[in-house]
């Protein structure tokens, strides 16, 4: 028997910040409160730090298997580890994209010989999945299915693919509001959430032009064609009784439809993601096509407006879409600049700067690990400091400062769009399972993690 012992934090539980001791035996959260320290026990003084439950990133691109230059497993989880962020959920267009159980597995055997935290996989929805596929892959232990509105699917590289080519006959065409609908029964039984990218191709279609400027890009991809894709896909899933978890939720309009659907009865969950609540058109001359990414970072009233909905709760969880890419793609012009930002290791930080600015540090684990334990059906072990849960730590120093810059970046892509931001906050160490990750600012963890499954599904 292991026994572990943090002194003296402040502790942030589900009902609240108290000041307490937590014991921790054999990886699981034992005791909080005032606790005697038992004989063998490793007593780590915490004095005048946070102790926040581990981050769960519900959205992450890892890139492996497939693309080895721009992000694998183990660099993806050690900036990961490095952020506080103790279970990531890997989204499906790595390559094959995730659309058989035969493929998630072999990807989870990948990962769990990389992963220096726990991770989970979305599955991919194709326009041709059928009911036994979602099935399958439920049984191998997907967190949930991910749909990718307007994007195809090369059938030779078995990749996920932005294109409005309609011609090419190695494109399958992309999933939509009937591929939806025809899942709809199973989705329902099965229950686990669907997630969608939520853009409508009707309306990118209509508003595709060259991408010279930023305002191009403003104008290419509306906040409509978040509403529209939004308004669409939960009359489905109202429809059949699915949950639906909208994915990097980015403009006012979106946040519109969103909570129109809720009204309605949808089952409907909402993400943003950092870069959205801290970043406006007002930042690219700054950034650049760093900043490129889709959906693309819109006005200052839709940061507002994200803001807002996150306080009121209409938005629940905050995750990052890291998806980083390389250099040479990063620094192409803006047309031909591949789309997208790391971000995973700044989800921590970010979101208890802006959880202050608003004026409750406790909202910040709320957002990053309570709902989107409970959208990936992890509520039951992770995501809160409680008896019983996996001793998932993050200490926090709230009397140092941390400047986010390339130098401190454990991803492959050190270039992440909040990069330059300065928040009150810096991560002191990390625990997975009670297993030190993250010593005085520094990785150790070899490939520990461990692949994660949904608590309910039979
Ligand atoms: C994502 C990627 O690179 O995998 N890029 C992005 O800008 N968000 C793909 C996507 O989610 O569109
Ligand atoms: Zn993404």
């Not at 935290?117 to 191998?140: C, H, I, K, M, N």
């Not at 890419?325 to 700044?346: F, I, M, N, W, Y």
């Not at 009150?424 to 490939?447: K, Q």
Request: glycine share 8%.
């Amino acid at each position: 028997m292991t026994e572990l012992l943090f002194r003296g934090a402040t502790v942030f539980t589900p009902r609240g910040p108290t000041r307490a001791d937590v014991r921790v035996t054999d990886g699981v959260v034992a005791h909080i409160g005032n606790v005697d320290p038992v004989k063998g026990a490793t007593v780590v003084d915490v004095r005048g730090t946070y102790l926040l439950p581990g981050a769960i990133d519900v959205h992450v691109h890892s890139r492996d298997p497939g693309f080895p230059d721009k992000e694998d497993f183990g660099t993806l989880t050690a900036a990961a580890a490095a952020g506080g962020v103790t279970t990531v959920i890997d989204m499906p267009n790595t390559v094959p994209a995730v659309d058989s159980a035969g493929v998630l597995e072999a990807k989870a055997a990948l990962a769990r010989s990389r992963a220096r935290v726990d991770f989970g996989l979305w599955a991919l929805v194709r326009s041709s999945t059928t009911p036994d596929q979602l099935r399958e892959l439920a049984a191998a232990g997907a967190i949930g299915f991910k749909a990718y509105l307007g994007y195809a699917l090369s059938v030779s590289r078995r990749q996920v693919t932005h294109s409005f080519e309609t011609e090419d006959p190695d494109l399958e065409a992309p999933p939509d509001y009937g591929t939806l609908t025809r899942l709809g029964p199973e989705l329902a039984e099965i229950g686990l959430p669907l997630v969608i990218h939520a853009e409508d191709a009707g309306v990118l279609n209509t508003f595709r032009r060259p991408l010279e400027t930023y305002a191009d890009v403003l104008a290419s991809r509306p906040g409509e064609a978040e509403s529209v894709a939004i308004a669409a896909a939960a009359a489905v899933a109202r429809e059949h009784g699915f949950p639906l978890h909208i994915a990097h939720l980015s403009s006012a309009s979106g946040l519109a439809a969103a909570e129109e659907a809720v009204s309605a009865g949808t089952k409907l969950t909402v993400e943003t993601c950092p870069q959205y609540l801290w970043l406006s058109e007002a930042d690219f001359p700054r950034i650049s096509t760093w900043m490129k990414m889709n959906p693309p970072v819109k006005t200052l009233h839709d940061q507002a407006t994200l803001r807002d909905g996150l306080k009121r709760g209409v938005i629940t969880i905050v995750a990052t879409d890291h998806a980083p890419h390389t250099d040479e793609e990063k620094s192409r012009d803006l047309e031909h600049a591949l789309p997208g930002t790391p971000g995973v290791q700044t989800l921590y930080l970010s979101s208890l700067q802006l959880a202050k600015e608003m004026g409750d540090i406790s909202l910040a684990p709320r957002w990053v690990a309570e709902a989107p334990a409970e959208l990936g059906g992890l509520a039951e072990s992770k995501g809160s400091i409680a008896p019983g849960y996996d001793a998932d730590l993050v200490v926090v120093d709230p009397r140092q400062s941390t400047t986010f810059s390339p130098r401190m970046m454990r991803s492959r892509q050190k270039h992440g769009a909040l990069n330059g931001m300065r928040v009150e906050f810096a991560i002191d160490s990390v625990y997975l399972r009670g297993m030190p990750v993250v010593n005085g600012g520094r990785v150790t963890a070899g490939a520990q993690g461990r692949m994660v499954r949904p608590a309910s599904v039979g």
